[in-house]
């Protein structure tokens, strides 16, 4: 506020002073330091102090400096703010036409700055209250750098980074640039360098001859067009400026492209930085590798250069790494590496306009990057040497340097046999158009010449491998061509889909290939478990024996190899059936084998004839003396035998451990066959052998029989043992029967058919499977039984029995066909006409009927929730009617074409067994067969054979193969808890024993229990009887093992009441069964409630017939008539069937009985009985 009268007072006075009229000066307020006013320094005014020169040289006055603030009136005190002239609008825009101009080095002219006129003229001026561009405006001066226009001119600024004009530069490379090679060429160089003035002429900072010119090819070859080393643009677009700078200025210092897509410049100090007069003239090369071909047209090549035409990294003139060096035979290799490979094609045309180069000498009428048509020609104008196509066709190779490989080396230079191996294949081709190539040469389709020339492969391959291989077609080598049309009749024929995709599943992984699959030349075999066996490609039917390595296969319950391995391929059988013949057994069978090999089950037709066996895999002949020795036990081979023990080895031989060394060094044994003792020695651990002399190939041979590694002796207080290893010769077969076979070679199930109905796939595959119980369209659905009596009757020559299904079945009106368990049909009515019937089924839970006409079908399709969420409709069962018949007493039906499925669709997950079958390894609608009689020779059923073993029942039972065959074994059906147990009760062994037990063939006698007190099983004791010293098989045993209990007891007779002493006395006589002892006697009255002892006249029980006598109580008694009961015991209070006797009472006394004895069997009636069952046991 003070300072208010002061300007008050100062403006009081200036007009005071200031005549009516004049103007007002500039400086009377500027002059002074105040707020309001921005202090003028007059005596530092620069370049403008005489601006308006009409006030006179060196004279400043306001008329100078409204000639910048051009709003200001002299005349009165001036608003604010006030406008002023900026320096562009002087020196640019011409505002004030006497101004200087300034024509570059501003933000518009050709060379324009991004800086403003105030940073460089700031440098010059003393800065003071106002902005940069005031003070610049009032003080600045020219720059003055004692330097004419010029290089040196140039130099100040932008080669000089100590100047003070260096911050002004927003690129603070711009301090210092290079002349455009000063870090490539040496000034002496004879080719000169230019410099700043060579490009952007001569004169001051602003003037008007100054240029920045475009750094386009066109500016470069104002130079280089004329250089030793031509340089043009590449393909004659590419700019130099984009391979040889990041940005436009790095012109100044010229740079090289890298690989990766950086750049760099060259920093020479000498020749030899940039020369080796080892290369030839000009001898240049670079400090470091520049980016090449590859850097742009492989691959992603580089953002920069994205309409570069680009092809797949790596670059393939053949798949082979080493393909440059590979037909080039005497000559020099074409290629050593990717870039070369480029330069031997196309030569080095980085700096040519024609960019393909030496390409452009074979183009002939080809298209650069075409179709690939049978009309283009750029393989063959490079590769053959011919006068057969025509068009686009013009062979030019020799325009190339080595001359390439003609497909037909007509050139005679191509070697017979690459440098890797490879076999010359000479190409005689129906035609030689690009297409032609293609198909064997192009790994992955491609659609142009371009792709397809820059990705070739090795020869051979594609997916149409037909057309090639075809023995009508051409292409392949003679020798890798089979018969395409007998291929078709093949089993092979439909896998994966058939036609070519077969060839993809055994030649590759099943996938369409791009070229030849890797595993082209080693497809897969029978023989390689890849397929049928142990692994499983393309739901090929699996197979479990018969066939080599059927030891290692993978079942869950079957893990242990029992399956029947071979020691011939598959081939060496599936050779007989055949449609044509490749060029080995392998290709033979894969390629042409038929479906209509004979399904034979006869083991005898190869395993007994020789002349069959060397025809169908060299089977083994059985009934030969073999020098193989087998494990005892395949499964475990080990073993514990204990002293006394007695050890079935198999094939006749039992080992016994007779005594163990109490120092556990050895043990005595004793080996017999057949019985007989053949040695006996003492052993120590490690391996016992016996040997003996077999007849084979006509001569006498010693081998081992029975080989026997001891692992461990042990000896304890009361026993000792030892552990082994066992093995033994291959049994010699005396058996003649394919029933004998199936004895120990088939593992018996109940007949059954099994079909999958779905697998889901998941974490675990689930399997949904049903049984097939009816199918007349089926041979393997027969009665086995039948079968088994047309099978015992073929002899080695038979290749097969002809086995016929059910093919129509005839049913009577009203008539059930109980076709499984839960499953029936019946034929509700027929319509007069003979035309319809009705047919009603029952299967499971589901009630079905229909009407059907003659001919059609009844069908039977419920919605099955199996699967726990979603119904699905599953035929369960299908008929057709093909016959309608008018008969007495009934009319009838005939059906065929039965199928029929159990409506229980069960589940069970992969890798687990199904009837013997590893359920990995099925499909939908896979079919599992099993029985007695297996489905073939592959089945699962089908193993190495067993000798005895703790399943007793599934050889001797009822559904066994054992000639010696067990139905009932009567009494004994319990003994040790029944089954196989009751077996091993008489013949020994336990439930995991692996063979028969030594005593088998001798099991125990009757009174080995019967007439022991332990380990008798609880049998019935009578070892205190004369009974034991009989022969118990005359009465007690019928048909071998069926044991009969007779459960005879003693009978009673004679009974009689008499008067003694005024006592009531009950006698009577007794006797016991054959060669027993009456061991008490009894009576009762009336009732069996209060039963009385009765005693042995002679006092003592001990002989089979005594008289027994006791005195009755009557005296409770009622009057009227009364009955009396005795009964007598043998043993074990098993009483007999009591013999009985009236009395009557009269007056409290007994009346005088009438003796009438009721006994229900007399001695005589037990007699005749024994006899009846003696003479019935003896010749049932």
């Not at 050593?336 to 960019?355: E, F, I, M, R, W």
Request: glycine share 8%.
């Amino acid at each position: 506020m003070k300072k208010i009268p002061i300007i008050l007072a100062l403006l009081a006075y200036l007009i005071f002073l200031s005549p009516a009229g004049s103007a007002l000066e500039c400086m009377v307020c500027h002059s002074s330091n105040a707020n309001e006013f921005p202090l003028i320094n007059l005596s530092l005014f620069g370049v403008h102090a005489d601006v308006n020169s009409t006030d006179g040289a060196g004279n400043i006055t306001s008329g100078d400096c409204i000639a910048c603030h051009y709003s200001a009136n002299t005349l009165v005190f001036h608003s604010f703010p006030i406008s002023t002239y900026s320096c562009e609008d002087c020196h640019i825009n011409g505002t004030v036409p006497a101004a200087p101009r300034v024509s570059n080095h501003n933000r518009t002219g050709n060379v324009s700055v991004i800086a403003s006129c105030a940073d460089c003229h700031n440098k010059t001026s003393n800065l003071f209250r106002y902005s940069a561009n005031a003070s610049a405006a009032h003080y600045g001066r020219n720059a003055s750098f004692g330097l004419a226009p010029g290089e040196s001119y140039c130099a100040f600024c932008h080669q000089n980074s100590s100047t003070v004009y260096s911050d002004v530069m927003q690129n603070q490379d711009n301090s210092m640039r290079g002349n455009h090679t000063s870090g490539i060429i040496n000034s002496t160089h004879p080719a000169g360098r230019p410099y700043c003035t060579t490009c952007h002429g001569t004169d001051r900072i602003h003037g008007t001859n100054l240029t920045k010119p475009v750094p386009n090819s066109g500016f470069c070859n104002n130079c280089h067009q004329s250089d030793r080393l031509q340089k043009d643009r590449h393909a004659g677009s590419v700019e130099c400026i984009l391979c040889h700078a990041d940005t436009d200025s790095d012109i100044h210092n010229i740079k090289y492209l890298l690989p990766d897509g950086t750049y760099r410049s060259v920093n020479a100090t000498g020749c030899g930085d940039c020369h080796d007069f080892g290369l030839p003239a000009p001898y240049f090369r670079l400090q470091f590798q520049a980016a090449n071909c590859t850097t742009c047209h492989l691959g992603n090549g580089l953002v920069k250069f994205a309409g570069a035409p680009r092809f797949p990294s790596p670059l393939m003139h053949s798949s082979n790494p080493a393909s440059g060096g590979l037909w080039n035979g005497t000559q020099a290799a074409y290629w050593d590496s990717q870039v070369n490979a480029c330069y031997y094609c196309h030569g080095k045309t980085l700096h040519d306009t024609n960019a393909p180069g030496n390409v452009s000498n074979i183009t002939a009428g080809n298209a650069l990057n075409q179709s690939i048509t049978n009309t283009s020609f750029w393989c063959a104008n490079c590769h053959y040497n011919g006068s057969d196509p025509s068009g686009n066709y013009s062979y030019n190779a020799t325009s190339y340097t080595p001359i390439p490989p003609e497909m037909q080396n007509k050139s005679g230079l191509v070697p017979a046999t690459a440098t890797d191996g490879t076999t010359f294949y000479n190409h005689s081709l129906a035609e030689y158009s690009d297409l032609a190539c293609r198909t064997c040469h192009a790994p992955n389709a491609p659609a142009t010449s371009a792709l397809f020339i820059h990705n070739v492969g090795a020869g051979g391959g594609g997916p149409d491998c037909i057309s090639c291989h075809d023995s009508r077609g051409g292409g392949a080598p003679a020798d890798k061509r089979i018969d395409i049309v007998s291929f078709n009749l093949s089993v092979h024929y439909g896998m994966n889909g058939g036609g070519n995709g077969a060839c993809w599943a055994c030649h590759g992984n099943g996938t369409q290939p791009l070229g030849h699959p890797p595993e082209y030349k080693s497809p897969k075999k029978c023989s390689n478990d890849t397929c049928h066996s142990l692994d499983q490609k393309f739901r090929a039917p699996m197979i479990y024996s018969h066939f080599r390595n059927a030891s290692l296969i993978d079942n869950p319950t079957n893990a242990f190899n029992s399956n029947v391995t071979t020691n011939n391929d598959c081939q060496g059988c599936h050779a007989n059936s055949v449609n044509s013949q490749g060029r080995n057994i392998n290709s033979t069978v894969s390629h042409f084998a038929s479906g209509d090999l004979f399904d034979s089950i006869n083991c005898i037709y190869c395993h007994l004839n020789e002349d069959n066996s060397k025809e169908w895999g060299n089977a083994t002949l059985i009934y030969e003396n073999r020098t193989a020795l087998i494990e005892l036990n395949r499964e475990n081979n080990r073993f514990t035998a204990r002293e006394g023990e007695y050890i079935d080895l198999g094939f006749g031989f039992i080992l016994k451990v007779i005594e163990v060394s109490s120092v556990r060094s050895s043990v005595l044994i004793e080996l017999r066959k057949e019985n007989l003792i053949v040695d006996k020695r003492l052993i120590g651990t490690g391996n016992y052998t016996y040997e003996e002399y077999l007849t084979i190939d006509n001569g006498s041979v010693k081998v081992p029989a029975i080989v026997i590694n001891v692992t461990g002796i042990f000896k304890g207080s009361d026993t000792g043992f030892i552990q082994y290893e066992g093995f033994r010769l291959k049994r010699v077969h005396p058996e003649k029967k394919i029933t004998s076979c199936y004895s120990c070679h088939v593992k018996a199930m109940p007949k059954a058919k099994y079909r999958v109905i779905e697998r889901v796939s998941g974490e675990k595959d689930e399997i949904y499977y049903t049984k097939e119980t009816a199918n007349f369209t089926d041979n393997k659905i027969f009665d086995e039984n039948v079968v088994l009596q047309l099978l015992g009757v073929l002899t080695d020559e038979d290749k097969h029995v002809t086995i016929q299904p059910e093919k129509r079945r005839s049913l009577y009106e009203g008539q059930v066909w109980n076709i499984s368990e839960g499953t029936s049909l019946v034929v509700r009515g027929v319509d007069t006409k003979s035309e319809v019937v009705i047919l009603q089924l029952r299967t499971g839970n589901y009630f079905y009927e229909d009407i059907v006409n003659r001919g059609g079908i009844f069908e039977f399709n419920p919605q099955i929730n199996y699967l726990g969420n979603q119904p699905k409709n599953i035929t369960v069962f299908r008929a057709r009617v093909s016959g309608i018949i008018q008969a007495r007493p009934k009319n009838m039906v005939v059906i065929e074409d039965v199928v029929s499925l159990s409506p229980d669709i069960r589940k069970i997950n992969a890798n687990q067994t199904l009837a013997g079958y590893n359920t990995s390894w099925l499909w939908e609608n896979s079919t599992i067969n099993v029985g007695k009689i297996p489905d073939n020779f592959h089945s699962p059923q089908i193993y190495d054979g067993g000798n005895g073993g703790g399943n007793c029942l599934s050889c001797h039972g009822r559904e066994g193969f054992s000639q010696k065959k067990v139905f009932s074994l009567g009494k004994h059906d319990t003994l040790n808890g029944g089954g196989d147990n009751a077996c091993r009760a008489c013949h020994g062994g336990t439930a995991d024993i692996q063979a028969h037990p030594a005593g088998y063939k001798n099991p125990r006698n009757c009174l080995s229990c019967h007439a022991a007190t332990n380990n008798n099983y609880n049998a019935v004791y009578i070892g205190d009887e004369e009974h034991k010293n009989e022969k118990c098989e005359t009465c007690h045993v019928s048909n071998i093992h069926e044991i009969t209990g007779l459960h005879m007891t003693p009978s009673v007779k004679k009974t009689v009441i008499t008067k003694e002493n005024n006592m009531t006395i009950l006698r009577a006589s007794v006797t016991a069964g054959y060669k027993m002892k009456v061991r008490d006697a009894r009576y009762y009255i009336d009732t069996p409630l209060n039963k009385s002892r009765m005693s042995p006249a002679d006092g003592v029980f001990d002989s089979q017939a005594e008289d027994v006598f006791a005195r009755m109580d009557i005296s409770k008694l009622s009057p009227g008539k009364h009955v009396v009961y005795v009964e007598a015991m043998e043993r074990n209070n098993n009483w007999g069937v009591p013999s009985s006797v009236e009395f009557i009472i009269e007056g409290g006394s007994l009346k005088a009985p009438e003796t009438k004895n009721t006994s229900m069997l007399t001695l005589a009636d037990t007699l005749a009985i024994l006899v009846v069952v003696f003479v019935l046991r003896r010749f049932r």
